[in-house]
């Protein structure tokens, strides 16, 4: 990756949010024994003039981030060992390396999608090699759909991305993509009402003033948005893996959260199957 700029970036809202993330895989990467191992989020972030430090992230909350990728990125892996010809979609990318740190078989073709200026920083950083191509526009805009090929199944993740959107964009945009693909599987990670409720907690999102507007109150609620869509898993995200590498303080809550319903759902990662 060739990456030899400093870029100063004022981002405000939902879009520095992508600085959070950043910053919780750069962190993580620098541990011992990291969860996720993005080397070139560290990379990246020493180039950017942004004073991290806003975000107030403790241990957990960047380990928790790196837990968050290292699952989608795994479904991401098995989604494209069973489909290497499929069509990425990484809805809300940010600054995420993702395209890169799975090595995708050579038949896949991926595209990255955030706001346009997000995109035009993204593309000052990241190479953009064969197979691979970055989309600069809000994705309620359903005209970026039309620049894709539609003619093999999909992969579209979204992470970190939907609870900033409203639900008839997510409905509009859930629809129109399962109208043009033949199929394809949906993954991507979402909040409860109670977890609307906690963000005034959640110390990243508020630095930056960001809201949090969508909320799922049941994983089958999408299937009947669309019958063409199923729920193939749900994974509350206080059950990921890694929870033993947390601070014991961490630790602790996460155990006592598993105990509790509500809260052990208050965060969750979801795949999808779609048929057209
Ligand atoms: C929490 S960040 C996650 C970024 C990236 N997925 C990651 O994990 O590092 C949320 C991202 O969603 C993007 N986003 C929010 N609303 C969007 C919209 N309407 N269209 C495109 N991108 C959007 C933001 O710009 C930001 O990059």
Same mark, same amino acid.
Request: hydrophobic share 40%; proline share 8%; aromatic share 10%.
């Given at each position: 990756?060739?990456? *030899? ?23 993580? %990467? ?15 972030? %020493? $180039?950017?003039?942004?004073?991290f430090d806003r975000f107030r992230m403790r241990r957990g909350e ?35 390396? !993702?395209?890169?740190?799975? =090595?995708?078989? @050579? ?14 920083? !993204?593309?000052?950083?990241?190479? %953009? @090699? ?5 989309? =600069?526009?809000?994705?309620?805009? /359903? ?31 859930? %629809?129109?993509?399962?109208? $043009?693909? /033949?199929?394809? !599987? ?10 609307? $409720? ?5 110390? /990243? ?15 089958? !609620?999408?299937?009947? &948005?669309? /019958? ?19 601070? &014991? *303080? ?7 959260? $598993?105990?509790?319903? @509500? ?14």
């Amino acid at each position: 990756m060739s990456v *030899d700029k400093h870029f100063t970036v004022q981002f405000t809202g939902e879009k520095a949010t992508l600085l959070a993330t950043l910053y919780g895989r750069a962190h993580d %990467s620098m541990a011992d024994d990291p969860i996720l191992g993005d080397t070139a989020a560290a990379d990246l972030m %020493s $180039r950017i003039d942004y004073d991290f430090d806003r975000f107030r992230m403790r241990r957990g909350e960047t380990l928790s981030v790196a837990m968050r990728a290292r699952q989608l990125d795994q479904w991401a892996r098995e989604f494209l060992t069973s489909r290497p010809d499929a069509t990425v979609l990484y809805l809300g990318c940010g600054l995420d390396s !993702r395209a890169f740190r799975l =090595g995708p078989p @050579p038949g896949v073709r991926w595209f990255d999608l955030d706001y346009p200026d997000v995109i035009d920083v !993204r593309r000052a950083l990241y190479p %953009s @090699p064969e197979g691979y191509r970055m989309i =600069g526009s809000s994705v309620t805009d /359903p005209r970026w759909l039309e620049e894709i090929p539609a003619d093999r199944p999909a992969l579209v993740i979204a992470e970190g991305l939907l609870m900033y959107l409203s639900e008839s964009d997510i409905r509009n945009l859930f %629809s129109e993509i399962v109208d $043009r693909f /033949p199929s394809g !599987r949906l993954i991507f990670d979402a909040i409860s009402p109670l977890g609307t $409720r906690l963000q005034r907690f959640t110390r /990243p999102v508020q630095a930056v003033g960001a809201t949090f507007t969508w909320a799922l109150d049941d994983p089958h !609620r999408i299937e009947q &948005w669309d /019958p063409r869509i199923r729920l193939v898993t749900a994974l509350p995200a206080a059950d990921l893996p890694g929870v033993e590498k947390l601070p &014991w *303080d961490v630790r602790l809550a996460v155990r006592a959260m $598993r105990l509790i319903p @509500p809260l052990r759902w208050a965060g969750v990662l979801l795949r999808y199957d779609f048929t057209r």
